[in-house]
């Protein structure tokens, strides 16, 4: 599955057509207008621009901005983002209110080399997520060189992320996709034993191929959040009004025999009447019919924390509890250090997910980490060994 880089293109005096993951929070400033409010995203792009615009290149980005259905949505414009990014890169970067066209290829075609343009979101077009190829069409008329460095939205076929790539000459993975797929090759290929990997979140239905998967390649498999109430309902056990999916029960059971010692779940739980920031928690070993579980107890994080500090490589998606709310956010507060502190021991660590990722920050530990992934379902389907079309669509190598 080798691919091209930017390391085996020219770029000079090129137009190059950078498909980024521009996909950030945004909020409102206080006179109204929107403004970027985490731009992680952003930053991780850097690298790719900065090489392109370095090399002479002229940098035409590209990018999804929420779900704007198809059609255009003034709230969604990437234009702050353009305006913050300029700030980063203390450039000018333009900005143009069409992603294709007659308009846009005459100020593309007009741009002078090592200069940049963003424009707008391509979900502004329907035919983006349905991959049509007039559109790709359109998008690959703007470009000599493509360039995905889209990670998060690599799991996708559509038309910026995939389509485009059969239109070009040559298509190449930028600098954050290669650092990505080096890091999670790493976890995923060959991994260093003792191998923990860590699952949490909301559903199992959105990660049983992930678990299916790590539940073979690592020697310890600790569930928590959501999702482990699926697996202990699923085992006859009471989990009271704790959040599960009926009709995943019988996959819970199954993934939990054929993983066998590996798997792990909680023992015991955080649990209160709801998930609210006035309610008063307690800790339990069993659930009682009108409480839910909200995190990982105290024994629980003990036995994890203990595996995980073993652990040469770990890699985790997914919080223990509702770490938005302060009482249910222990569990995953720990997990957080547990890999931090096992990462100053010498693990390889990996931490994926958009939740995770904000809760790893929130515990202060990111730095410590030794890949933080800018993927979530991406992140999921590559961990699962399933193809990602943004990457199958590059040239190859
Ligand atoms: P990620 O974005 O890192 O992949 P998910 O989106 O799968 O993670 O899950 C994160 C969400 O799961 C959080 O909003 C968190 O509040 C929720 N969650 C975790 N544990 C529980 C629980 N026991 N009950 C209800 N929600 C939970
Ligand atoms: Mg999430």
Partial sequence: MRKLTLDDVDVRGERVLIRVDFNVPLDTTEDGSPRVEDDTRIRAALPTIRQVLDDGGKAVLISHLGRPGGQPDPDLSLACVGDHLGTLIEERVRFSSNTVG???????????????????????????????????????????????????????????????????????????????????????????????????????SDKLGTIEALSETADHLLIGGAMSYTFLKALGREVGTSRFETDRLDTAESLYEQAGDTLHLPDDHVVAEAAEADVEPSVVNSISEDKMGLDIGPDTIDTYRNLILDASTVVWNGPMGVFEIDQFAEGTMAIANAVADATDGGAFSVVGGGDSVSALAQSGCTDRISHVSTGGGALLTFLEGAPLPGIEALTDA
Wanted: proline fraction near 2%.
């Fill in 102 to 204: 007659e308009t846009v290829g005459e100020i593309v075609n007009g741009m002078g080399d090592g200069s940049v343009i963003l424009l707008e979101n391509t979900r502004f077009d329907a035919g983006e997520k349905s991959n049509d190829d007039t559109f790709a069409q359109a998008l690959a008329d703007l470009a000599d060189v493509y360039v995905n460095d889209a990670f998060g939205t690599a799991h996708r076929a559509h038309a910026s992320t995939a389509g485009v790539a059969e239109h070009v000459d040559v298509a190449v993975m930028g600098r954050l996709m290669e650092k990505e797929l080096e890091a999670l090759t790493r976890v995923r290929d060959h991994p260093e034993h003792p191998t923990v990997a860590i699952l949490g979140g909301s559903k199992v």
